[in-house]
């Protein structure tokens, strides 16, 4: 089997180490899933963080599945966690590594730092959420994806795969754990966790267009000058506690209760306009400086900005900013109406008031922080008329 990104310790203390007992996971892939089915079954408390719609599984009780933004608050999942002891990431590698190969097992190793200082996400993970291990099952077909794209890495990644496949005579002894077979390998096998191999003759972890999508669809937080996946803690954020009523809690064991317990909490910073008649009586009849985020629940992209829109009205009320931060649903019902009055056809779409009047044109920005929404800020907050030729050249950037 292809090593996939850090030691052979790595792979199996997780399983065996009984002080680990809550785990998340990112990705929804076969193999995520898989990992997180498994650490439940031998007694983990799992958390399986995912883009993807997907179901809870029978066989695994113990296992939540949540968005990486966590209910109308749009917290990061880690932050909605709290506290967890170990983080297996499918889609990425957050380590700070040097890599080298193998020439006799072909095999992908992994040598240098593993980003332990504070400035690194998994520094940051320790500190802030007591994450002992960080855990990376990147293959080597995945990261050239990763690194080259699908047009140029496909066969790179394929190319890789064969080599690996031809030489997986060469096998790799890794010494199990003391009672492995029966704490571990039986629960497993009894709970009926098994991975099952589509080749005939040796599985190797090779690449996804699943994982793939996941990866790039993944909301990122843009804050400073890094882009780091949504819900990882970043250095902007390491002295931000969120204005929330009720401490954060952590997960429970229910597969529900975590996503339930903040789906009921209102976003403090974006308020929610349903309709024409709210838009008249919040907006318009007040006479507010306002932005409108106009949204559907079955667009990717607005799932993908949502957790930067809360962050910038955030960022707007710290400041105290007189201009109201809202959104809206177009995609159905009432919003519809509302978006039909407004004049746009397609979202994710911002409208902007100022004393309760439309002010400028709709702006199209499917990723925050945007030079086009800080102009357009700037002049309305400013009292400057809408500068049309200022945003066309933001456009053609």
């Known amino acids: 089997m292809e090593n996939v990104g850090g030691s052979e310790d790595d792979f199996v203390a997780p399983i065996s180490d009984v002080k680990v007992k809550k785990i998340a996971i990112m990705g929804s892939s076969d193999y995520a899933s898989f990992i997180a089915d498994g650490m439940s079954i031998i007694g983990a408390s799992v958390t399986q963080v995912t883009t993807s719609k997907i179901k809870p599984r029978n ?156 990866y790039t669809s993944w909301p990122r937080d843009t804050s400073g000058n890094s882009s780091v996946r949504f819900g990882l803690p970043v250095v902007e954020e390491s002295n931000i506690s969120p204005d929330i009523s009720e401490p954060l809690r952590p997960v429970s064991d229910s597969p529900t209760l975590l996503a339930d317990e903040y789906k009921e909490k209102k976003n403090p910073y974006v308020l929610a306009i349903k309709g024409l008649d709210e838009l008249e009586s919040k907006i318009l009849s007040k006479e507010r400086n306002c932005i409108l985020f106009l949204s559907a629940s079955w667009c990717r992209t607005c799932k993908s900005i949502s957790p930067q829109y809360t962050r910038m009205a955030m960022d707007m009320k710290k400041g105290e900013s007189d201009v109201l931060i809202a959104r809206t649903d177009a995609g159905r019902g009432s919003g519809k109406a509302l978006g039909k009055f407004l004049n746009v056809e397609a979202v994710p779409a911002f409208v902007l008031f100022r004393d309760g009047k439309v002010y400028g044109d709709p702006l199209s920005i499917s990723r925050l922080p945007s030079k086009k929404m800080n102009t357009a800020v700037d002049l309305l907050s400013s009292g400057q008329e809408w500068d049309r030729e200022a945003m066309k050249a933001l456009n053609e950037l």
């Open 59 to 214: 066989n695994a009780p113990k296992v939540s599945i949540i968005p990486p933004a966590v209910g109308d608050l749009s917290l990061g999942f880690a932050s909605a966690l709290g506290t967890f002891n170990c983080l297996v990431d499918t889609l990425g590698d957050e380590s700070d590594v040097i890599e080298a190969f193998d020439d006799d097992s072909n095999d992908v190793m992994y040598e240098g730092s593993k980003g332990g200082d504070d400035k690194s996400v998994i520094g940051l993970l320790r500190k802030q959420h007591g994450c002992e291990r960080y855990i990376s099952t990147v293959s080597k077909s995945q990261k050239i994806i990763l690194d080259d794209g699908l047009i140029f890495g496909r066969n790179k990644a394929d190319k890789h795969i064969k080599s690996a496949e031809s030489s997986s005579t060469t096998a790799r002894h890794i010494v199990p754990p003391t009672r492995f077979g029966s704490l571990t390998l039986q629960r497993l096998l009894d709970g009926g966790i098994i991975f099952k191999n589509k080749k005939k003759d040796v599985w190797i972890q090779s690449w996804s267009l699943k994982d793939f999508w996941e």
